[in-house]
């Protein structure tokens, strides 16, 4: 009988690990700001996205600190191994945009009038929300009301622990920087809407593309650059 390989360190650990040994090498105090984003990717010869991951990652174990519109600070203490928390955002988003795309087709072919009663619902509690909360809760509250559509109970226990993974620190703590949550122009309303036309004239290719349409705005988001006033994660500009 064979058996399944491990898989390797996912990528954001294996960069917040040569961070880490980085940081180390050259004697980096507690306190000394890295180098910007942009440098530091370079350096690594890694995409910007992974590196962002990496340096959340290592917020999170506590081994920098993030400085918002100033930059990434060695933190105080010992260098234990960087952690490692399962999905980072960006994964989560690839395999949600490959899966949930799929799930809005099928939802729009499976579309009748009760479950598109319930669809409606969420919808109007994401516009009732008054705090980050509730917002949250009807956003996932929407997309599982689409898996339940579908009739198919496997996708529905996918697509809930996908979300489940999109409460971990990680996302938390990458939102909160790159302005994903609690934003004035709640544009995931805007798509939700616009993807609940689409499963009320029973269109499964307009509602798939609507919804990897909002995945794919989720990550703009995520990666928004330094050119806007979320620079803190990038570390680009800003007093050393």
């Not at 992974?50 to 600070?73: F, H």
């Not at 105080?76 to 955002?89: K, N, Q, V």
């Not at 995945?215 to 994660?233: C, K, N, S």
């Amino acid at each position: 009988m064979s058996s399944v390989s491990p898989l390797p360190p996912r990528l954001y650990r294996q960069v917040a690990d040569r961070v880490v040994a980085m940081i180390l090498s050259e004697g980096l105090t507690t306190g000394t700001r890295l180098p910007p984003e942009r440098e530091l990717a370079l350096r690594l010869g890694v995409a910007r996205s992974t590196l962002r991951e990496a340096m959340i990652a290592l917020e999170i174990a506590g081994q920098v600190v993030i400085r918002t519109g100033s930059g990434i600070y060695v933190a105080e203490g010992a260098m234990p191994d960087p952690a490692d928390l399962g999905a980072g955002p960006l994964e989560l988003l690839d395999a949600r945009e490959l899966i949930e795309g799929e799930v809005a087709a099928r939802a729009a072919q499976a579309m009748d009038a009760a479950r598109l009663r319930a669809i409606e619902t969420t919808v109007a509690a994401m516009a009732q929300a008054t705090d980050r909360d509730s917002h949250r809760a009807a956003d996932r509250a929407f997309h599982l009301a689409l898996a339940e559509a579908t009739g198919i109970d496997p996708l529905v226990r996918i697509v809930d622990d996908l979300w489940s993974q999109m409460f971990g620190p990680m996302f938390e703590r990458m939102g909160t920087l790159t302005g994903l949550f609690g934003g004035d122009d709640d544009t995931a309303l805007t798509h939700h809407r616009a993807i609940l036309d689409a499963l009320a004239a029973r269109d499964g290719a307009v509602a798939r593309a609507r919804m990897q349409a909002h995945l794919v705005d989720v990550r703009r988001v995520l990666l928004r650059g330094p050119d806007r006033e979320d620079r803190a994660i990038a570390g680009d500009g800003g007093a050393a």
